[in-house]
């Protein structure tokens, strides 16, 4: 089992629609918890970053991350044909020597429709 | 440089030879990362450095694999002896404090 349990979709929905994406893991020694927009051919792009637990707003992005259930949550409001993209999750202990190596899902794949 | 830089953006070698890739880190990052993005297998680490040591190698596959970083800045991926299962896209990222990490657009490998 990966500790780091994604699906992987793919999601399709309509523009317009809010999106759920979420993650679960099973280290409870992570404490920092990001979210990774990656589109074709190109690097991730950092969306969202949150430590610990709580909610985390930005626009029409909103990040949660329960650490009692070791589940974290991404939401996407009015969603865009321009979101349509591989949404990954990563998080990070903090290791000796302020390591923070980033622990990655698989990522979920999204289209959203015109 | 704005962003982080890898070169090549695509590298197409056969099987048996050795490759060098590199990342140009944000200007005044002090970690950086190395990744591997695979098919099935999703990103996963390589070596991180702080300046120019590697406290943390345990990420590479075998001892074909190496990374250096000179300068507190460039760094180098050297793959030895390329083999087809190193067929992947390389990513580069680095960051500053605690801060989250910022990640090039890879370099994508192909072994024939």
């Known amino acids: 089992q990966k500790e780091v349990e994604q699906d992987p979709g793919p999601l399709s929905v309509p523009e317009g629609a809010i999106v759920s994406l979420n993650c679960t893991y099973s280290?409870?020694?992570?404490?920092?918890f990001m979210w990774y927009r990656q589109y074709s051919r190109k690097g991730p792009e950092l969306l969202m970053y949150t430590y610990s637990s709580g909610n985390k707003e930005d626009g029409r992005f909103t990040a949660q991350v329960d650490k009692s259930s070791k589940y974290i949550s991404l939401f996407i409001r009015d969603s865009q044909p321009s979101d349509s993209a591989t949404y990954l999750c990563?998080?990070?202990?903090?290791?000796?020597?302020?390591?923070?190596?980033?622990?990655w899902g698989l990522g979920t794949s999204l289209a959203v429709n015109p | 440089g704005a962003g982080v830089s890898q070169s090549p953006s695509n590298k197409v070698t056969e099987k048996g030879k050795d490759v060098e890739l590199r990342c140009d880190p944000i200007s005044g990052h002090t970690a950086l990362y190395w990744y591997r993005q695979s098919l099935g297998q999703g990103l996963e680490f390589l070596i991180y450095f702080q300046g120019n040591s590697a406290p943390d190698k345990s990420g590479l596959p075998s001892d074909r694999f190496s990374a250096e970083r000179t300068g507190g800045s460039v760094s180098t991926l050297t793959i030895q002896r390329t083999q087809q299962e190193d067929s992947a896209v390389y990513l580069c990222a680095s960051s500053q404090d605690s801060q989250p990490q910022h990640f090039g657009d890879g370099t994508r490998l192909s072994i024939l």
């Open positions: 990563a998080m990070s202990g903090l290791g000796a020597g302020n390591n923070r190596k980033l622990i």
């Open positions: 280290n409870s020694a992570f404490q920092y």
